[in-house]
């Protein structure tokens, strides 16, 4: 089984990017798959999550800026982040079904 997350990079506040999480091994249709992010100096933190019914969770701070969305026949997840900010500043991992774990892709939000 593996995740690979893809897609960050350094972008300019108020800019967007979309990350991926390709998946092997699994269906994405089938868990709870999850964005997770971590930045400097603190705790991992749950950003965004979509359930196998279609059903999505927001963390408060990304609400109303960031889409969780899969591809089912790609079986890749995805985040479009969008109205970046500083504070959006990290590395964001893929999670399926709390358990397995993507290697991380590092955001960088900055002027």
């Known amino acids: 089984v593996q995740l690979q997350a893809s897609g960050g990079g350094l972008v300019q506040p108020g800019g967007s990017l979309r990350l991926s999480c390709a998946t092997s091994g699994l269906l994405v249709s089938d868990m709870y798959m999850r964005w997770y992010r971590q930045a400097p100096g603190k705790q991992r933190e749950l950003v965004a999550g979509i359930a196998s019914d279609g059903a999505t969770y927001y963390a408060g701070s990304v609400k109303g800026r960031f889409t969780i969305s899969r591809h089912n026949g790609k079986n890749t997840m995805y985040l479009q982040m969008n109205s970046l900010k500083p504070g959006d500043t990290g590395v964001y991992y893929c999670?399926?079904?709390?358990?397995?774990w993507g290697q991380g892709t590092l955001v960088t939000v900055s002027s």
């Open positions: 999670n399926a079904g709390d358990v397995l």
